[in-house]
């Protein structure tokens, strides 16, 4: 099955700077690639998605690109402000089989 | 408004109840999800379900049993509980998007289960 890896775990930046969450995939036939935020005591929800056949989404500060080649993606969000703080998780689906497998996760902390 | 809601948000039980942890939604999604949770933590799938009358295991062993009479509704029921059952408890759902079957979840608040 699929196996999804996350990096890292924890992250901590100051206000401002950008964060950067990598995640790796291990079967090429995953075509299906969310983000989901989660704040404390809150509901996960989606924040950008990218599918198999874009290389790079952007949504105002936030970011994913996608490496088929290599199977990873990645978060990129600049200019990071306080509300940014949360965990972040991402997931890998095949298109038809609806169940993602989830990353571990990624706690970002932004420091004011 | 279209949303996934569970009921309780809280619940505090002792050892060896039955309970059942509620999940309705109103998106008219065909699919349906269980996740176990601990605060913060990563997220194990544990029962879902692709329609009415349709129920599978996921990744995590559980001792839980899920049902799927109506489409709009996805209770688990936990004959026996027990303290390693303390957590927090995921529904979603989630809709076929076109032919890549792409499935952006949707979940509910949770409910926060301890059993002492």
């Known amino acids: 099955g699929e196996n999804v890896e996350q990096h890292p775990s924890t992250l901590s930046v100051q206000e401002g700077d950008s964060a950067v969450i990598k995640c790796t995939y291990s079967?090429?036939?995953?075509?299906?690639f969310p983000w989901y935020k989660q704040e404390l005591g809150k509901r996960p929800q989606l924040i950008i998605d990218i599918r198999s056949n874009v290389g790079e989404k952007k949504d105002q500060r936030i970011a994913v690109t996608l490496n088929k080649t290599a199977k990873h993606f990645s978060l990129h969000i600049t200019e990071t402000q306080p509300e940014d703080s949360a965990v972040y998780f991402c997931a890998a689906s095949m298109g038809g089989s609806y169940i993602p497998t989830f990353g571990r996760g990624t706690s970002l902390i932004v420091h004011p | 408004e279209a949303d996934i809601y569970q009921t309780p948000r809280y619940l505090v039980i002792g050892t060896g109840k039955k309970i059942t942890l509620e999940c309705s939604q109103t998106?008219?999604?065909?699919?349906m999800y269980w996740y176990q949770q601990d605060p913060g933590m990563e997220l194990h799938l544990i029962h879902y379900s692709y329609g009415v009358n349709s129920t599978e295991k996921g990744d995590l062993s559980s001792e839980s049993t899920v049902s799927r009479i109506r489409t709009e509704h996805f209770p688990l029921t936990l004959e026996s509980a027990r303290p390693s059952h303390t957590s927090q408890y995921l529904c979603?759902?989630?809709?076929?998007?076109?032919?890549?079957?792409?499935?952006?979840?949707?979940f509910g608040p949770g409910t926060r289960l301890t059993v002492l």
């Open positions: 079967d090429s036939a995953s075509n299906y």
């Open positions: 998106m008219g999604h065909d699919k």
């Open positions: 979603a759902s989630s809709e076929y998007e076109g032919r890549g079957g792409y499935n952006e979840q949707f």
